[in-house]
């Protein structure tokens, strides 16, 4: 069982930038699809972003699209998330998860394994 540690949350204004990142606690992480979701108060978790096991697709929400990059290194066993350009709405606890059959889905059903999340504040 993989166990996922997200870092580098925290509270930026609005037009700023923060870097996610995921480490993952096996040697088998690169065997894993990785996908960011987040969840604001009062609202249902909601997708992000995904990659591929060898990192070579990426998808991402609509809402995100051109602000957000995500990436991995399965030399290290991390998966990243580069926010930029951040807006307030972009509050919520952010969320890395992977998927062990590699579905690469946007459904939150279909991950395995979930991290504890971090807290990522955007004021205006």
């Known amino acids: 069982q993989v166990q996922l540690v997200e870092s580098g949350g925290g509270l930026v204004q609005a037009g700023g930038s923060l870097r996610l990142s995921c480490e993952a606690s096996?040697?088998?992480?690169?065997?894993?699809?990785m996908g960011w979701f987040r969840q604001a108060p009062g609202k249902e978790r909601e997708f992000v972003s995904r990659?591929?096991?060898?990192?070579?697709?990426?998808y991402y929400a609509d809402s995100v699209k051109g602000r957000f990059t995500i990436s991995r290194d399965n030399t290290k066993n991390t998966a990243t998330l580069q926010m930029n350009s951040l807006k307030p709405e972009d509050t919520a606890v952010y969320y890395c998860?992977?998927?062990?059959?590699?579905?690469?889905?946007?459904?939150?059903?279909?991950?395995?394994?979930w991290g504890q999340g971090t807290q990522v504040t955007v004021s205006s």
């Open positions: 096996e040697r088998t992480f690169s065997r894993y699809a």
């Open positions: 998860a992977a998927d062990a059959r590699a579905q690469m889905t946007s459904r939150a059903d279909d991950y395995d394994y």
């Open positions: 990659i591929s096991r060898n990192g070579i697709r990426t």
